[in-house]
């Protein structure tokens, strides 16, 4: 099965879940800005849960940015995005805690 992580070389989370998936394929968001399908399609699988709200970029949006569309929101800056997003056959998941640790079939 093909698996390919949607995040950042350079997020911490990303590197555990990479080195913990042998094989999984890195998608750099930054280099590489998801579609706009894809970004339907990840809105649609996580909702609101998708953009990261604690993140540095997030702090640095004013009110008016904030207020955005989150479709809008991930266009402009990629790295708002939760990370990672992990595409694992047909199957999304978000994030590397526990529970997507034991659906991909780890822990």
Same mark, same amino acid.
């Given at each position: 099965? *093909?698996?390919?992580l949607?995040? =950042? $070389?350079?997020?911490?989370?990303?590197?555990?879940?990479?080195?913990?998936l $042998?094989?999984?394929r890195?998608r &750099?968001?930054?280099?590489? $800005?998801?579609t706009?399908?894809?970004?339907?399609?990840? =809105?649609?699988?996580?909702? &609101?849960? #998708?953009?990261?709200?604690?993140?540095?970029?997030?702090?640095g949006? &004013?009110?008016?940015?904030?207020?955005?569309? $989150?479709?809008?929101? #991930?266009?402009?800056?990629?790295?708002?995005?939760?990370?990672?997003?992990i595409?694992?056959?047909e199957?999304?998941?978000?994030?590397?805690?526990? &529970?997507? *640790?034991?659906?991909?079939? =780890?822990?």
């Amino acid at each position: 099965m *093909q698996i390919t992580l949607y995040g =950042l $070389p350079n997020c911490d989370t990303c590197r555990k879940a990479l080195k913990a998936l $042998p094989g999984a394929r890195l998608r &750099d968001i930054r280099a590489e $800005p998801l579609t706009e399908t894809e970004r339907a399609e990840f =809105l649609s699988a996580f909702g &609101d849960k #998708l953009i990261n709200r604690a993140s540095t970029t997030w702090r640095g949006l &004013d009110e008016e940015a904030r207020a955005a569309p $989150p479709e809008a929101l #991930l266009a402009a800056h990629p790295t708002l995005m939760k990370r990672p997003v992990i595409r694992a056959g047909e199957t999304l998941h978000l994030g590397w805690k526990a &529970d997507v *640790q034991r659906a991909l079939g =780890l822990g």
